[in-house]
Nanobody
């Protein structure tokens, strides 16, 4: 089993930055692809960013391209999401997810393990 714990959420003003962290423990594999999803009230969970097991491949939703950066430190079993120029539309619960494979997954049911989520609130 793999445990994922997110941290770094909070309440900020539009234009501010936050960095989310996701620490993996248990039967982790440093080669697992990882993703950050978010879910706002009344909306479906959406993939925000993902990174391949090697870290060489990344994906970003159009809504966050140029503002968010996903990275990983396999030595620390940690994945990060640097969020800059935050907007009120970024307000959501952000979830870290891991999949057994090393290739990026683009849908939620392609991920095998989930964190508990961390709230990000951006006010105008």
């Amino acid at each position: 089993q793999v445990q994922l714990v997110e941290s770094g959420g909070g309440s900020v003003q539009a234009g501010d930055s936050l960095r989310l962290s996701c620490a993996a423990s248990g039967r982790t594999r440093s080669s697992s692809a990882m993703g950050w999803f978010r879910q706002a009230p009344g909306k479906e969970r959406e993939l925000v960013a993902a990174i391949s097991g090697s870290g060489l491949g990344t994906y970003y939703a159009d809504s966050v391209k140029g503002r968010f950066t996903i990275s990983r430190d396999n030595a620390k079993n940690t994945v990060y999401l640097q969020m800059n120029s935050l907007k009120p539309d970024d307000t959501a619960v952000y979830y870290c997810a891991a999949r057994r494979g090393y290739v990026i997954g683009y849908v939620a049911n392609g991920y095998d393990y989930w964190g508990q989520g961390t709230q990000v609130t951006v006010s105008s």
